[in-house]
């Protein structure tokens, strides 16, 4: 019986991917009863369905966005959210691993977790196995992963693809998020981060992230959006796109 979703989106990440299946091989029967793997491929050239499949992985599925719309990561959360089958999801980027020691402890506290909290989750460094730091040296879990249920993750409207084309607009999640949920810290359970100088395609490379970013823009789709009378409205699951597998 599934009760979580693992999900998260795919663009142009062949390898990362490899080393997620690798991992899920990893997983213990009991995961792999209980957790599914729900995987949106955000219209990449390199379609995420082409990736070699081991055997001995998890409930698995992928959906494909139709259209290669720069930096619609959200929007390809939005759809894995909505084709999971959880009452819980585990929402995070390729570039975070659940290894087999982490899937177990997760499911371990699942019972105790509350359903009016949006928990964010430990993180580890890949090469080192050390904890993630700021630069004041304290931990710094990942600012997109949580756990949290997939009623929560639909109170919000999920995220808002008005502002689909634009790097860094997570902060405006978490601050709907925790202005309805609880904020929780799952600090026995880590992710485990990996970048690109350890697999050449961890993240995306194709596109510009800061440096991309125009003065004022989000600011300018608000004051469009309020413009509009759509002030308050949520825009999800506008692309289309299909079940790849």
Known sequence: MTMLSMVFPYYRNPQQLALQYAEMTRWSAKAKAQIEVVIVDDGSPEP??????PDGLPALRIYRVLEDRPWFQNGARNIAAHEAKGTWLISTDIDHVLTAENADAL???????????????????????????NAKGKPKPHPNSFVLTRDMYWRLGGYDEWFTGIYGTDSMWRARLYAVAKQGFLKHVALTRYWRGLVPDASTTTLPRKEGRVPGEKEAIALA???????????????????AL
């Open 48 to 53: 995420a369905v082409d990736v070699e499949r």
């Open 225 to 243: 959006k309020k413009a509009a009378g759509k002030e308050d409205e949520i825009l999800s699951l506008s692309a289309e796109y299909e079940r």
């Open 107 to 133: 499911l371990k506290r699942m019972h105790r977790l509350d359903p009016e909290t949006a928990y964010m989750l430990h993180r580890v460094e890949a090469d080192t196995g050390l904890p993630t730091l």
